[in-house]
């Protein structure tokens, strides 16, 4: 199984471009999730999607967007690329079986902003 | 909201030595508690879990974590550090009604040394 697979592993980006950071599971889980890690603050929920077609923001939604359109993947979009925006990115996905579940993480995207 | 506090950003404990990584929670009412583990340039791995079946939570590589409801903390420990147990270890919380959002603490970072 792949479990949780992240696309591109390292992109570096110049401000005011955009980009799309794929993310794809094959475990069928309904909840799939976007976060972007930083030193010293953790691990910050930017978008969560419980479904196809349903998605919502999370903690950091500001200049990132997302769509669902299949229980595989979970596209996240820059639209205009920010310093701020460098980071790690992490997708997560789990079962929705009201709590407690284990969430499967990709191996994450280092974005870099010029 | 719910939120976890993990005091102390670097623990540093002799190979062989006890590893206790603290983590506390704020909630009226218990919720699920997590510890990840994440390996350099990697994703995070699940370590153990609580869901309110017992208050001593067994996991991975020997870990294990006790919920202590008076002291609204988890606190994760090893009996014996190893090298490979180098790492940094974030304890995360979701909701007690249920639902799959990750609250992530700020994460300890430990390191091991012979």
């Known amino acids: 199984n792949a479990g949780v697979t992240q696309t591109p592993k390292f992109q570096v980006l110049k401000t005011g471009q955009s980009m799309t950071l794929q993310c794809a599971q094959d475990m069928n889980h309904e909840y799939m999730s976007w976060y972007r890690q930083d030193p010293g603050m953790g691990l910050r929920l930017i978008h969560y999607s419980v479904g196809a077609g349903i998605t919502d923001q999370g903690e950091v939604p500001n200049g990132y967007n997302v769509s669902r359109s299949t229980t595989e993947d979970f596209p996240l979009r820059l639209l205009s690329a920010a310093p701020s925006q460098t980071s790690v990115y992490f997708c997560?996905?789990?079962?929705?079986?009201?709590?407690?579940?284990?969430?499967?993480f990709g191996q994450g995207t280092r974005l870099t902003v010029v | 909201a719910q939120s976890v506090t993990q005091l102390g950003s670097h623990v540093s404990v002799s190979e062989g030595a006890l590893v206790l990584l603290r983590c506390n929670y704020s909630s009226s009412v218990p919720p699920y508690l997590f510890w990840y583990v994440q390996y350099p340039n990697q994703g995070l791995q699940l370590l153990l879990k609580?869901?309110?079946?017992?208050?001593l939570v067994k996991g991975i590589n020997g870990f294990e974590a006790e919920f202590k409801k008076s002291e609204t903390s988890f606190h994760l420990t090893k009996p014996s550090a190893h090298m490979s147990d180098a790492a940094e270890y974030f304890c995360?919380?979701?909701?007690?009604?249920?639902?799959?959002?990750?609250?992530f603490g700020t994460g300890t970072q430990l390191k091991v040394e012979l």
């Open positions: 995360a919380v979701t909701p007690s009604g249920g639902g799959n959002k990750l609250t």
């Open positions: 997560a996905s789990s079962y929705s079986r009201g709590g407690g579940t284990e969430a499967f």
């Open positions: 609580y869901t309110s079946a017992a208050t």
